[in-house]
């Protein structure tokens, strides 16, 4: 099964849906059966669930289209049962930007409930009472839909700024905090208060609702990670990539047998290699690919090398390294110095100089 459905594009930035979303459909047809709805009730409650989703993308789109403002990308919007996740190729530094990226979301929300509010009989509500108005609720009309949809649109900006990292409440108060110190401390901060709040939900989700779990996992995970990388970019900041590089490396000829490619895994550390002649970078193979040829050990080098790659120079600074492997990219990089290759870096070498560098600054 396709991880993602594609739905299209808006402004360059692709909209997806996560296969695990039909589960919330599953769920919403099978609470409404339960209680004893009909086609009608069903039709109505999953259309609300989408309309409720389309809010949502408009939420993520809000920050997409305000952070290309600022020069930064976003590649995909994806859809989850539990909301909505930009994938932004960077999170702004400054804490302005930072700011401004992330109150767009909400209020793209703050919008939707305005305009809606416009289009709700409030009178016919205000004067029930409460038996009178569950009874009003429960019809499937028009005027009920908006009035929800209403409260949804209200209900995602409460949600959303509560203050726990990495959620937009969370950045609201990491970049706050940025205003007054530096930026390592601020996330540590924010991502210290925001899995206090997810281990709230955890067992506030454990007693009463399983669908916080998921959240309280996401928010606590989503903190711990970014505060990681946080503290990484902050070590690496003053580093270029000849400090972390392997120097040490085996390169392939063309013409070298996949036999002899296992030999050297078996023999030594290395996983990768690349493939060089007269000096020149012509590929790399992975160890992946190695593994998947395995049983064919009389090919060669040149048949499975991988063409479509980039070299980076001693010169370069380690922090978009560190992104580009961290975000999968590309996991191995020659390395090059006046165009001649003298060694490379990957995930581990990069992981071992952030802990040694740990250790002298902590």
Known sequence: MKAN???????????KVHWTFIFIILWVVFAELKQGGNTQSVLYNVAFILVVFVCVILHELGHALTAKQFGINT??????????LASLDKIPESPRQELIVTIAGPLVNVAIALLLYFFIQFENYSNLNLDEAFIVLKKLTLQNFIFYLFVVNIGLVIFNVIPAFPMDG??????????????VKATKIAASIGQFIAAFFLLFGLLYNPFLVFIALFIFLGAYG????????????????????????TTLQPETTLDDILKLIISGTETNFIVTKDDAVLGIVYHKTIIEYSSNRNKLAKDIMETDFKT????????????????????????????????AIDHTNLNEFIMLQTKLVY
């Open 75 to 84: 590649k995909k919007i994806t859809l989850l049962p539990i909301g909505g």
């Open 312 to 343: 980076l120079n001693t010169s370069d600074n380690l922090k978009s390294t560190y992104a580009s492997i961290m975000g999968k990219k590309q996991m191995f990089f020659p390395v090059l110095e006046n165009e001649k290759l003298i060694g």
């Open 226 to 249: 970014e505060n990681q990388m946080v503290q990484h970019m902050a070590l690496l900041k003053d580093h270029n990539v000849k400090d972390a590089m392997l120097t040490n490396i």
């Open 5 to 15: 459905l594609n739905l299209g594009s808006v402004s360059g930035i692709k909209i």
């Open 170 to 183: 969370g950045r609201v108060l990491r970049a706050l905090l940025s205003l007054r110190m530096n930026r």
